[in-house]
């Protein structure tokens, strides 16, 4: 399915009918756009899965709709509570996932008009609580690609400065490199009316407070994250994919990032970040085939740090102790920052 988790299809979904399946989340990592890298992150796949699930039965209770429908453990399907061990398999309602064709470089969603529901809408949500650095927007307002009176602002936010309200941004989904989009781009594809886009951005609103406060709990800042949506059978929005893991979202512990950001750090410093950011800007479709260079691995030492990242997270949120001998996320994020020089 993608390069950090497989999809087993159990049953495919249909116009009317959604499909079944689990999602197997592994120890792979990818970071910007660039498909598996070449180090596995231990026991990153298990703790995914549980915060994964954590989110999703957090939502449920506060009466969002999800695809989740458990973890597999010993061939049943479990809710977090009834777990014994960690686990890294998830049961998941299926959508109907429509590529929009490529034609002489360009995405036509026209393949949309005319259906009604039981798909993944073609687009990814971004909810922003900051700006920190890093933040692809601040990088986009500093390059004059979108303007500050786009987000009612007179400046550039400084990186610590909390945002209110928060901004919702979109990007393209299915293309072979996101690409933002502004609202009034969205509405013209034709695939969602306004007041379901109305609807989505409330929607992801109210999980992006639902994130905070989760996070919060365990003195975590939610800076920013991705959510994906879909339409049921009946055109009902149903929160797809996975939300809320350091994978989907940015967390920082004191200014200190504990997420899959700690990796970007790492390879923004990189001569095969150069040539990944050289080729996007000169071919955003067939990008990849103009990158020469191979992204060079993680230093076994920050391996390990952010592997603690991914099970000390699950262990605060889920309040069990999955995993032996992992650091608080103080003791974690002081190393991280030695690590990186910040």
Request: proline share 6%; net charge neutral; glycine share 6%.
């Given at each position: 399915m993608g390069s950090v988790?497989?999809?087993?299809?159990l049953s495919s979904?249909?116009?009317e009918k959604p499909g079944r399946g689990k999602f197997i989340f592994s120890d792979r990592y990818s970071v910007f756009d660039w498909g598996e890298m070449p180090d596995h992150i231990p026991l990153k796949g298990a703790s995914l899965c549980l915060i994964g699930a954590y989110f999703f039965e957090q939502l449920e209770r506060a009466g969002f709709l999800t695809?989740?429908?458990?973890?597999?453990?010993?061939?049943?399907?479990?809710?977090?509570?009834?777990?014994?061990?960690?686990?890294?398999?998830?049961?998941?309602?299926?959508?109907?996932?429509?590529?929009p064709p490529e034609i002489e470089g360009k995405y036509d969603y026209n393949i949309y008009q005319?259906?009604?529901?039981?798909?993944?809408?073609p687009f990814e949500f971004i909810y922003?609580?900051?700006?920190?650095?890093?933040?692809?927007?601040?990088?986009?307002?500093?390059?004059?690609?979108?303007?500050?009176?786009d987000y009612g602002w007179d400046r550039i936010p400084a990186p610590e400065e909390r945002l209110s309200p928060p901004v919702v941004d979109v990007s393209t989904k299915l293309e072979e490199q996101d690409r933002y989009l502004s609202w009034?781009?969205?509405?013209?594809?034709?695939?969602?009316?306004?007041?379901?886009?109305?609807?989505?951005?409330?929607?992801?609103?109210?999980?992006d407070g639902l994130i905070t406060k989760e996070v919060e709990r365990i003195n975590l800042k939610n800076e920013d994250g991705k959510i994906e949506l879909a339409f049921d059978k009946d055109r009902n929005l149903m929160v797809v994919d996975v939300v809320g893991t350091p994978d989907e979202s940015r967390y920082t512990f004191r200014g200190i990032h504990l997420s899959k950001e700690i990796a970007r750090e790492f390879y923004r410093k990189t001569s095969w970040f150069e040539e990944v950011e050289?080729?996007?800007?000169?071919?955003?479709?067939?990008?990849?085939?103009?990158?020469?260079?191979?992204?060079?691995?993680?230093?076994?030492?920050?391996?390990?740090?952010?592997?603690?990242?991914?099970?000390?997270?699950?262990?605060?949120?889920?309040?069990?102790?999955?995993?032996?001998?992992?650091?608080?996320?103080?003791?974690?994020?002081?190393?991280?920052?030695?690590?990186?020089?910040?």
């Open positions: 988790k497989d999809l087993i299809v979904p249909h116009e695809h989740y429908q458990g973890i597999e453990e010993e061939g049943k399907n479990k809710r977090l509570f009834e777990l014994k061990n960690p686990a890294n398999e998830m049961v998941v309602s299926l959508v109907r996932i429509i590529q005319g259906i009604r529901g039981n798909f993944l809408i922003r609580n900051s700006l920190p650095a890093g933040s692809s927007l601040r990088k986009r307002l500093e390059r004059g690609e979108v303007k500050l009176k009034q781009e969205v509405e013209e594809t034709g695939i969602l009316q306004k007041e379901e886009i109305e609807e989505i951005r409330r929607t992801v609103l109210a999980i050289k080729a996007k800007l000169q071919n955003p479709v067939g990008w990849r085939g103009l990158v020469k260079a191979s992204p060079p691995p993680l230093p076994s030492s920050l391996v390990q740090l952010i592997s603690w990242v991914y099970q000390r997270i699950a262990m605060d949120l889920t309040e069990r102790n999955w995993f032996s001998d992992v650091p608080s996320l103080e003791e974690i994020g002081e190393r991280i920052s030695q690590e990186l020089l910040i």
